[in-house]
């Protein structure tokens, strides 16, 4: 493959937050393999924003998806779009049939295959096994998320605002996640929280979108020490660089918790329907805990059995120890 400016590479990721932060760490390499390229992200048009500040990439091209086929025209019309734009490399890194699709119309001489990937591997991981199916360069590993000195500037001030400058560690806390069984129990975090404020001298700041701010204030609402809510106040983008804040990231399986693994925060992801084995935060110094019930992973939005014990049943005790365990390696290395 050609290696200077004259490659145009498409690299096409639809969904979903997580999914699509985990191939930052893949444009990164494709950057390194073709310096010069033009390289062009496709992507649904409501993660868009998770490129804005991406500096490999040239343009972001939003993606409406088409269910079930049912507007063949526009279909048809956004692949003769793609393929007018005369690219030489199409990386599909869905790695499904629709996205092999746009591949293929793309015109692309070289094109990722579809991978069956038959063993347990983070995400991120999984993304490198098909960028191997074009010979690209996989050796390294960059973990980033790309944030605008506008973000950085609101994640600054709002610290300030809310007294977090103050050298403390930051405990970064994320209850919300669309699938209720995939949810820790709110009391859960409050005690948490608590004792982290009292053992280690942490203080609480809870994420989120708009609708978990009442998920939030319910864990505001049980806690001793009053906590900081950023929950509905944020961008991710925002919430990124104020994540570069904390300490640590205590999370449900999300979004969000691949988020702060992309920023380098020491992060707990809690699993209980979904296995850490190709779900867990992405990168070195992350933590994931699992019970392993018979039942698990059922892969279900809601628990079979009523009671997403997979989830309650992850102890308080268990989740501070490492959290304790990550601010004392902190204070350590500072």
């Known amino acids: 493959m050609k290696k200077g400016g004259e490659e145009r590479i498409l690299i096409i990721k639809t969904s979903a937050i997580g999914d699509i932060v985990r191939t930052f760490p893949a444009v990164s390499a494709v950057r390194r393999e073709f310096p010069g390229a033009r390289i062009d992200y496709l992507v649904g048009r409501e993660y868009a924003g998770l490129l804005a500040d991406c500096p490999h990439v040239s343009e972001v091209i939003p993606y409406d998806k088409r269910r079930n086929f049912e507007d063949v025209a526009g279909f048809l019309r956004f692949l003769a779009s793609i393929r007018g734009r005369k690219y030489t490399v199409a990386l599909n890194l869905q790695n499904n049939t629709r996205c092999e699709m746009i591949a ?21 991981e999984g993304v490198f096994e098909i960028l191997k199916t074009t010979g690209i360069n996989t050796a390294e590993r960059d973990y980033e998320f790309w944030t605008s000195e506008e973000d950085e500037r609101f994640a600054a001030e709002f610290a300030e605002a809310n007294g977090l400058s103050g050298g403390e560690p930051v405990i970064g806390l994320n209850p919300g996640v669309a699938w209720p069984s995939r949810r820790w129990p709110l009391e859960h975090f409050a ?59 205590v999370s449900n399986d999300s979004g969000l918790m691949h988020i702060s693994a992309m920023c380098r925060v020491p992060t707990v992801g809690l699993f209980g329907p979904s296995t850490p084995d190709i779900a867990r935060p992405s990168g070195p110094g ?39 365990q990550i601010i004392r390696i902190n204070k350590r290395s500072s």
Not at 105 to 121: D, K, L, Q
């Open 104 to 124: 293929r119309a793309s015109g692309a001489a070289r094109r990722t295959r579809i991978v069956n990937i038959t063993r347990p591997m983070d995400g991120v």
């Open 191 to 249: 005690t948490l929280a608590d004792r982290a404020r009292e053992e280690l001298g942490a203080r609480a700041l809870i994420f989120g979108g708009p609708g978990e701010i009442d998920r939030a204030e319910s864990i505001a609402a049980a806690m001793s020490a009053p906590p900081v809510i950023a929950a509905g106040k944020t961008t991710l983008l925002q919430a990124g660089a104020l994540m570069r804040r904390c300490a640590a990231f």
């Open 286 to 324: 992350h933590k994931a805990l699992y019970l392993a019930l018979p039942c698990a992973p059922c892969y279900k939005h809601d628990c079979p059995k009523s009671t997403t014990e997979c989830m309650s049943g992850i102890a308080p005790d268990a989740v501070f120890k490492e959290l304790e």
